[in-house]
C-alpha cells in the first residue's frame, strides 16, 4: 500500500468519526429536547426553602419519593361547594342547658338548642 | 329536633333524626361509626390500627379498608389545600405539646415551641391497601378523621333508620337522607358547646368549624399547625366555618383557611365555598352565599 493510498484512508476513517461524532450529538440535542417536553420540572419561580429543623431529638433520615396517585374518591377533583347555599335562620335559645353538660349519655327533647359547629 | 348526645372520639358527639320513632336506630349506628373510626384512627390509642402503621414507618405496611379510606381521605385533602391540611405532621403535634388525648394535657405542661420540617403529604404513598411511608413520618389525621367519622357516621344513620340525620361530632357537621321541611338548623359559634353566634339552616352535605380559641394549652398553642412552619399557625382567625357538599370538605377548607391566614378569603372565594370568618378581634367576613346574620327580635 503506498503512501498516498494510505494518506486517503486515514481521511476516510477521520471523515467517519466526524461524521459519527455529529450524529450522536444532534441525536442527543434531539431527546433532551423531547424529554425536557414529555416530563415538566419546576416552573421557574423561586420558593422560599422550610425552615430547618431545631436541635431535635430523632435524626431519621426522610426520603420523600416522588408524588404519588392519590385513589380517586367521591368529588376527588375539587372541594365540593354545598348543594345549595345555607340560609338564614332566626336565632334561637343557645345555651346548652346545665343538665346536658353533666350528663354523658342521654336524649335530647324537642324544642331544644341546635347542635352547634364550633372548635373542638 | 329530636337527638340523643354522648362523650366519643374525645369531644362530644350527637344524632338528629327527622323521625323520633328512628332515633334509637340512628344512634345506634352512629355508634358503631365512630368506634370503628376510634380503633383505626386514634394517635391516643396504643391498640388503634394508625399507631400501629406510624410505628412502622419505612416498610410497607398491609392497612384495613377503613384506614386505607382515611388516609386517601386525607391525602386528599392535603391536595386539594396545596399542602395546608397535612397528615405528616404527628411529630409536629408532639413537638407542640399535643402528645396526648386532650383532656390530659395541662396548661404550662409543653416544653418550648420550635420549628420541625414537615416531611409533607408527598411522602405517603398508599395503593391496594398497602402503605408506604419513609422513616420518621407520623401520620395524625385528626385534621379530616373525625369529618370522614361525621360523614360515614351520618350516611350509615340514615340508611338504617330510614329517615333524615344530622351528625354533630365536635362541631363537624354532617347530615344525609331527607332534611326536615325547612332544613336542618344550625349554630354557628367559637365553640361547638356553644353558645352560637349565628343560626342558619342547611339542607344537606356539611358544616366544619376550625377555631384556634378551643383546644389551646397555652400561649400560642393550639391543634391547628401550619405544615410550613411546623408550628401552631399564626394569629390571624378566631374561627372559620365552611358549608360544603360534604363535611370532609367543609373541615379541609376551614382548617386550610386557618392556616392560609390572610389569603384565606381569596382561596375560599376561588372555590365558591360559603364561609363566615371571625379574626381575633371579632370582625366576620362572610364569603360566597353564606348568610348574613339575622338579629334577635
Known sequence: ?120 | MNGARWEALGTTASVYVADAAALDAARAAVEAELAAIDASCSRFRDDAELEHVNAAAGAPKRVTPLLEEAITVALRAARLSDGMVDPTIGEALILAGYDRDFAAIRRGDAPPLRAITVPGWRAVRIHNGVLTMPRGVRLDLGATAKALAADRAASAAARAANTGVLVNLGGDIAVAGAAPAHGWTVGIGDDHRGPADQTITIRSGGVATSSTAVRTWGPGRHHIIDPRTGMPTAPHWRTVSVAAGSCVDANTASTAAVVLGAQAPRWLSERNLPARLVAHDGAVTTIADWPQELLAA
Open chain 1, 1 to 120: 500500500m503506498g503512501s498516498t493510498q494510505r494518506d486517503r484512508l486515514v481521511q476516510g476513517v477521520r471523515a467517519a468519526r466526524w461524521t459519527a461524532g455529529l450524529g450522536a450529538a444532534g441525536l442527543t440535542a434531539a431527546f433532551s429536547v423531547a424529554a425536557a417536553h414529555a416530563f415538566k420540572g419546576h416552573d421557574g419561580r423561586k420558593t422560599t426553602a422550610a425552615p430547618t429543623r431545631a436541635t431535635t431529638t430523632t435524626t431519621h433520615k426522610v426520603t420523600v419519593p416522588g408524588p404519588d396517585r392519590v385513589p380517586a374518591i367521591a368529588g376527588g377533583g375539587a372541594l365540593q361547594p354545598p348543594q345549595s347555599a345555607p340560609q338564614s335562620a332566626p336565632p334561637q335559645q343557645q345555651q346548652v342547658p346545665q343538665q346536658q353538660q353533666q350528663a354523658p349519655q342521654q336524649q335530647v327533647p324537642q324544642q331544644q338548642a341546635p347542635p352547634v359547629s364550633g372548635g373542638s
